[in-house]
């Protein structure tokens, strides 16, 4: 693929150990902040599950009135959606290991994107391959600061991805994505790259409460 050209101010290149807590903490806003856990858990059905079992549980060991046991069981089904929201942000083990053991891999790679003021720079954008296999690689972690977005920054970390997979001999790489909001979005970005979605399931979790989850998979053998 031939790379995008990006402004001035922005260059692309591989991560150093130096770049690990700036790269952890735009991996940290971009999809694991509370907020992002709530607005995908009010547009999934995890917290109305929540709700209906803890109303069907109230009606049968308490002598509430309805709507009351509805309230309770909304606001149960919201305390343990934010007690799981706690434990996974507790801290920032999981971006972390991720960007770490990237890195580390073999055959493995981390591009981060860095805007540059004056004699200092920022990481807006990452993304990372990770190996599965001798023949199989994993894309993930894309993300680019808000304030840097509708500049290719997106577009030109996942190029830079797809070739390092191409000059590393990978015949398969996969992605994933789910059915809300940004994530999906960029859903056409993927599939102009010749991604697509290879298998659909439902996944739980407390940073994806039961929403769609496509696999998407490009074949580096086809052009």
Not at 26 to 35: F, P, S, Y
Not at 104 to 119: M, N, S, T
Request: proline letters at 4%; hydrophobic letters at 45%.
């Amino acid at each position: 693929l031939q790379e995008m050209a990006l402004p001035d101010n922005i260059t692309i290149r591989e991560f150093t150990d130096d770049l690990e807590d700036e790269a952890v903490t735009l991996l940290m806003h971009e999809r694991w902040k509370v907020t992002i856990i709530l607005r995908r858990a009010m547009t999934a059905p995890y917290i109305h599950v929540a709700a209906v079992v803890s109303f069907i549980l109230l009606q049968i060991t308490s002598t509430f009135p309805v709507l009351v046991a509805a309230l309770v069981s909304y606001s149960l089904a919201g305390l343990s959606l934010l007690l799981f929201a706690h434990l996974q942000l507790d801290s920032k083990r999981w971006p972390a290991n991720d960007v770490r053991a990237t890195h580390q891999q073999e055959g493995g790679v981390v591009y981060v994107a860095l805007d540059r003021v004056g004699a200092s720079s920022s990481v807006v954008g990452l993304v990372c391959i990770k190996r599965d296999s001798q023949s199989e690689a994993e894309l993930k972690g894309l993300a680019v600061r808000p304030s840097h977005r509708n500049l290719g920054i997106g577009r030109a970390l996942l190029d830079k991805a797809i070739n390092y997979a191409e000059r590393a001999g990978y015949e398969i790489v996969n992605t994933h994505a789910t059915n809300y909001g940004s994530e999906y979005d960029v859903m056409p970005m993927y599939k102009r790259r010749r991604f697509h979605i290879s298998e659909t399931k439902l996944w739980f979790g407390p940073h994806l409460p039961l929403l769609w989850l496509y696999v998407l998979t490009k074949d580096m053998k086809k052009a």
